[in-house]
């Protein structure tokens, strides 16, 4: 019987676990405005004093993404906001090197279209290739 309610107890807590990690990744996709799917966390930085962080989530999204484009200044986001903390994180990791290679020959390619979201001290860069329905958030928080 104790085996029981202990069993069901840490099946409810794995469940709830997985809801929250799974809420929270979409919950960090917000401004997407369309159903995510695959969402997956390229790269998890380590945190520092208070809520400092760096991270890459990528994702896939069925329908079309309407982002504004208009001012065309995604080059000057990414390498003032994003390519130095991408280049000094990836000199220390191989994995996420060849991630920025694959994502810079994208960015070359012109295939992108982004949304750059400013809010509370966090920024984050949606990049999206409805090509492939496949994009990459990068969230920093200074």
């Known amino acids: 019987m104790k085996k029981s309610i202990v069993l069901i107890l840490l099946l409810v807590a794995t469940i ?60 000057e986001v990414y390498q003032k906001e994003f390519r130095s903390i991408l280049n000094t994180k990836s000199k220390k990791n191989q994995a996420l090197k060849e991630k920025q290679n694959q994502i810079e020959k994208l960015l070359k390619e012109k295939r992108f279209v982004y949304n750059y979201v400013i809010q509370k001290g966090t920024k984050k860069l949606y990049l999206y290739d409805s090509v492939s329905k496949k994009g990459y958030c990068f969230i920093l928080t200074i």
Do not use: C, H
Request: glycine share 6%; proline share 2%; aromatic share 16%.
């Open 16 to 75: 709830f676990l997985v809801y929250y990690l799974i809420g929270n990744n979409r919950n960090e996709l917000s401004e997407l405005g369309a159903p995510v799917q695959n969402i997956k966390l390229e790269y998890k930085s380590e945190r520092g004093f208070g809520n400092d962080r760096f991270d890459i989530y990528s994702f896939s999204v069925e329908d079309e993404i309407d982002f504004n484009n208009e001012d065309s200044n995604l080059e």
